[in-house]
C-alpha cells in the first residue's frame, strides 16, 4: 500500500512541475510558484517516507 502513495506522490509532484513551467510561460508566476510548493512539499514527504528507520 505505501509503494502505491509514494508512486502517486512522485507522479503527481512530477505533473505539477511541469504544469508549473506551462503555466509560467503563459504569465501567471503566483499560480506557478504556487504549484511549484506544492510539488516541493510532496517530494519532502517522500523523502521523509523513505528514511530508513532503526
Do not use: C, E, H, Q
Not at 505505501?2 to 499560480?31: E, W
Amino acid at each position: 500500500m505505501s509503494d502505491t502513495v509514494i508512486s502517486v506522490l512522485m507522479l503527481t509532484g512530477v505533473v505539477l512541475t511541469g504544469g508549473a513551467a506551462y503555466v509560467f510561460r503563459n504569465g501567471d508566476k503566483r499560480r506557478a510558484l504556487l504549484m511549484l510548493v506544492a510539488a516541493l512539499v510532496m517530494f519532502a514527504n517522500v523523502a521523509v517516507w523513505l528514511v530508513p528507520v532503526k
